[in-house]
């Protein structure tokens, strides 16, 4: 059964920071390289950040040097630490294996503001 819980968004002020968190079930996490994902308001979703079980991480242009993904493999929980975040950063955010899988949870909002 594929299960995806995120969690960690808000409402944060441009420049501020937050840390996205996402428990997978086992058969999803322990083997698979994962990634943050989001959508933003009318656009498609886009794959944000990732990284494999050994820790190899890659990430979008927009976000590099930003963003930090990281998991803990014992608990098969995803992070990802966002800062000096952006208006553009607004979206929901989900976890997902990467390539994704066609279950998504219900994903997490992020909302820059001022």
């Known amino acids: 059964q594929v299960q995806l819980v995120e969690s960690g968004g808000g409402l944060v002020q441009p420049g501020g920071s937050l840390r996205l968190s996402c428990v997978a079930s086992?058969?999803?996490?322990?083997?698979?390289?994962m990634g943050w994902y989001r959508q933003a308001p009318g656009k498609v979703r886009e794959l944000v950040a990732q990284?494999?079980?050994?820790?190899?991480?890659n990430y979008a242009t927009s976000v590099k040097g930003r963003f930090t993904i990281s998991r803990d493999n014992n608990k098969n929980t995803l992070y990802l630490q966002m800062n000096i975040l952006k208006p553009d950063d607004t979206a929901v955010y989900y976890c997902?294996?990467?390539?994704?899988?066609?279950?998504w949870g219900q994903g997490t909002q992020v909302t820059v503001s001022s």
């Open positions: 997902n294996r990467y390539p994704s899988l066609p279950t």
């Open positions: 086992g058969s999803i996490f322990s083997l698979n390289t």
């Open positions: 990284i494999t079980r050994g820790g190899t991480t």
